[in-house]
Structures are given as C-alpha cells and as structure tokens.
C-alpha cells in the first residue's frame, strides 16, 4: 500500500519544482530580451550619431561657409539625451557652456534613460544655432539642418532643429 501513496504525495513537490523552474526560465527570458533591446537602442544612438558627425565633419571639410544640408533622424526613447557640442557629463549635471575657441565644442554624445553615456571626439566644433551652446536632443524624430559658419573666428557646424 505503501508505494501507491507515494505518486499521490510526491505530485504536490514535483508541481511546486516545476512552477520554480518555470518561474526562473521566464525571469532569465524576459532580462535577456530587454537586454537585447537596450542593446538595439545603443546601437541606433551610434548609427544616428554617426550619421550627423560623419555629415558635420565632411562639411568643415568640403562646404563653402554658410551651406547647408538637411537631416532626417530618429532617436529611439530610451534615450534621455544626444548632445552636441558639450561633455555629456557636465551637461547631465546642469552644467552650461558658453562658447570660447578650444573648449567642449568638439565634444558629441548621448545618455540612455538607463544611465548608460558615451561621448566622443570629433575635429568639427558643434553647436546649436540659436544659442551657440550645445545642440541637445531627446527621443523622437527630427528635421536637423546642418550649418557651416563662422563663430568667434572658428568654424563651427550649427545644429537646428526645425
């Protein structure tokens, strides 16, 4: 008689082992995929700002001051900022930068809504046309207008959004 209950009493724990695993596989799916998706919005961040700094650096290049060329970008919403013309960082912590020849005009980047930055280096100053500070960005999509000029004696691209 002994060995018929067993099954009976057993089932209960077997269910209970199941359900953990099952619990477990699921958790490890569901971080693997938002990895896997943080991980694409990275990788579109990149793609647009590589497509806006390889435009600005073949401008101060080959463009005559004053041309122009317009941009289409999209820039996905995990992203909290894309920056140009300013360190990601001292942007982030409120800072503001006025232009002076040689300061953080060459520096570009972003920030994710996870915290994740990266910045860069590029020969071109950048900035925002307006306001000769820093030309930011947040998540959505924008008509950019690059601009060649001269500000302070230096060539800068302009950055605008229209």
């Known amino acids: 008689m002994k060995g018929k209950n067993t099954a009976a009493i057993m089932l209960p ?27 694409q919005d990275v990788d579109q961040i990149e793609q647009t700002l590589s497509t806006i700094i390889s435009t600005a650096e ?5 463009a005559e001051e004053g041309s122009s060329i317009p941009l289409q970008v999209s820039i996905p919403s995990s992203t909290d900022f894309l920056i140009f013309g300013n360190h990601p960082d001292v942007y ?6 006025i232009y002076e020849p040689g300061q953080l005009a060459h520096y570009y980047g972003y920030q994710t809504t ?6 860069y280096y590029t020969n071109v100053a950048l900035c925002n046309s307006e306001t000769n500070n820093a030309s930011i960005l947040h998540a959505g999509t924008y008509d950019l207008t690059l601009t060649l000029q001269s500000i302070h004696g230096e060539s800068y691209v302009t950055i605008t959004t229209t």
């Open 13 to 39: 724990h077997s269910l209970l082992i199941l359900l953990i695993i099952s619990a477990i596989s699921i958790t490890l799916i569901g971080i693997g995929l938002n990895d896997l998706k943080n991980k």
């Open 58 to 62: 073949t401008m101060a290049i080959m």
């Open 92 to 97: 982030s912590s409120g800072g503001h930068t």
């Open 114 to 119: 996870q915290g994740h930055n990266k910045y």
